[in-house]
C-alpha cells in the first residue's frame, strides 16, 4: 500500500531560485528528449528508448552547464517520465483507444521533479530538509513520517510560489480482517450538488459556508483578471493572484475532506457509495463547474485509503437509477433535476430526493445485505454544524 506525506517548504530567496531553475532544466529536457524521439520516428521511423536517451547525459553535461547543476538522478527520473509518457500513449494505441501524442510541456506546466532512491534526508531536530546539490532548505513537520516506513520516492512540487515535499511512503498491507468482522455499521452516501453528501439516515452534510465564501472570492478576482489588458504586468499579477486563490480554496476543500472521511471511518464499518463515472459527467459543461468544485472524486479517494488502514470497507455499487427508483417498493418515480422531493404514487414513500437515493445506494450493497447493518437506525454521523 502506498501512501503520499505532504510537507510545506520555505526556502531561502536564492534556494527558490535553484529550485526553479532546476524545474526549467528538467522541462528543457524533457522538451528535448520529446523532440529527439519526435524526430526519429518523423524521419527514420525509428523509436528511441530510456537508456539510449540515459547515455547521452554524460555528453550533454560536458556542453551543458545547466545540466551539471542538476541531481543526476533527478535528470534520469525526468527521461523516465517521458518515457513513461510514451509507454501510455502507445498502449492506448494499441488498444484502439484514442491517445493524444504527447506534449511539450509550456513554461508553467512543469512543476515538480524528483529523487527516485536518494539525495534527500531530513533532520527532524532541527526541521531541515537536506538536499544533495542544493542544501539545507527548511521544512514543516507538521505530522511525523515513522522511521519504519520506507520512503519510496521523494518529489519537490512547486504551486504557484509555495513549495512543498511529497514523500511516497511504502506502508505493510492491513491484516484482511473485513470478512471475518462482522460489518456493524453501515451507511449509504449519495453525493450531490445541492448537498454535498445525503446520508440514508437522511442528514445531509453541505459546503461549509466558509468554502462558499472562498469559491465567490475566486470568480471575483477571476473577474478582476479579466479587466485587464492582454499581456500587461498587471494582468500577470492578477493571473498569479487568481492562482493563489485557487490554491487556498483547493487547500480548504481538502482539509475538509480529510476531516469528513475521516469521521465515516471511524463510524461506519461499511460505506457505500455510487460508482460515477465522475470524468464523463465533468464532460457535460453544464453542471461540470459544480462537479469540480465539489471534488467528490478527491473524497472518495480519500474515504478510501483511510478505511483501508482501519479495516472498514468502501464500497461502489451501480448507480443506476438511483434518483428514479422508490427505495421502498423498488417502482420507478420519474423526477427530473428540479424535482426535489420524492412521492411515491405506488407505496406513498414520501422523501427529499437525495435521501430516497442515499436508501436504494445502501441496499444495493452486497455486504451491507448479509451483515444486517442497525445504520438506519444508529445515531448517524456526527457531524458538527457548519
Ligand atoms: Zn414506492
Not at 310 to 328: H, K
Amino acid at each position: 500500500m502506498r501512501r503520499t506525506y505532504q510537507y510545506r517548504l520555505y526556502p531561502t530567496t536564492t534556494q527558490a531560485t535553484t529550485l526553479t531553475q532546476w524545474l526549467t532544466t528538467c522541462r528543457i529536457l524533457y522538451n528535448n528528449g520529446l523532440a529527439e524521439r519526435k524526430n526519429a520516428w518523423e524521419t527514420h521511423k525509428k523509436s528511441v528508448t530510456y537508456n539510449e536517451q540515459a547515455n547521452q547525459m554524460k555528453d550533454a553535461k560536458k556542453t551543458n552547464q545547466f545540466l551539471k547543476t542538476v541531481h543526476s538522478q533527478v535528470l534520469q527520473d525526468t527521461l523516465r517520465r517521458l518515457d513513461k509518457t510514451f509507454t501510455n500513449f502507445f498502449r492506448r494505441i494499441k488498444k484502439g483507444e484514442k491517445a493524444g501524442y504527447p506534449r511539450f510541456k509550456g513554461k508553467y506546466r512543469y512543476d515538480s521533479f524528483t529523487y527516485p532512491q536518494s539525495g534527500f534526508a531530513i533532520n527532524y531536530k532541527k526541521k531541515k530538509l537536506r538536499l544533495s546539490k542544493i542544501g539545507s532548505i527548511n521544512i514543516k513537520l507538521h505530522r511525523p513520517i515513522p522511521s519504519e516506513r520506507v520512503i519510496k520516492t521523494f518529489t519537490i512540487t512547486r504551486d504557484v510560489d509555495h513549495w512543498y515535499a511529497c514523500f511516497s511512503v511504502e506502508l505493510p498491507d492491513p491484516a484482511l480482517q473485513t470478512h471475518q468482522r462482522a460489518l456493524q455499521k453501515a451507511i449509504g452516501v449519495d453525493v450531490g450538488l445541492k448537498s454535498l453528501l445525503t446520508f440514508n439516515n437522511g442528514e445531509t452534510i453541505v459546503n461549509p459556508r466558509w468554502l462558499r465564501h472562498s469559491e465567490k472570492k475566486v470568480a471575483k478576482e477571476q473577474r478582476r483578471k479579466d479587466r485587464k489588458q492582454n499581456g500587461s504586468y498587471n494582468r500577470y499579477k492578477q493571473t498569479k493572484k487568481v492562482a493563489q486563490v485557487h490554491r487556498k480554496v483547493r487547500n480548504q476543500r481538502k482539509d475538509f475532506h480529510h476531516k469528513l472521511s475521516r469521521q465515516l471511518v471511524d463510524n461506519y464499518d461499511l460505506i457505500v457509495y455510487e460508482n460515477l463515472q465522475i470524468t464523463n459527467m465533468v464532460k457535460n459543461h453544464v453542471v461540470a463547474k459544480s462537479i469540480s468544485d465539489a471534488g467528490w472524486g478527491q473524497l472518495m479517494h480519500f474515504t478510501e485509503y483511510k478505511a483501508e488502514e482501519a479495516g472498514t470497507v468502501v464500497e461502489y455499487v451501480s448507480a443506476y437509477n438511483t434518483t428514479q427508483l422508490c427505495s421502498n417498493c423498488g417502482k420507478l418515480v420519474p423526477k427530473t433535476l428540479a424535482t426535489r422531493i420524492h412521492r411515491c404514487p405506488y407505496c406513498g414513500l414520501m422523501l427529499a430526493r437525495d435521501h430516497n437515493s442515499a436508501i436504494t445506494i445502501l441496499s444495493r450493497s452486497k455486504y451491507y445485505v448479509t451483515s444486517r447493518s442497525s445504520a438506519s437506525s444508529g445515531q448517524g454521523l456526527p457531524v458538527e454544524p457548519v
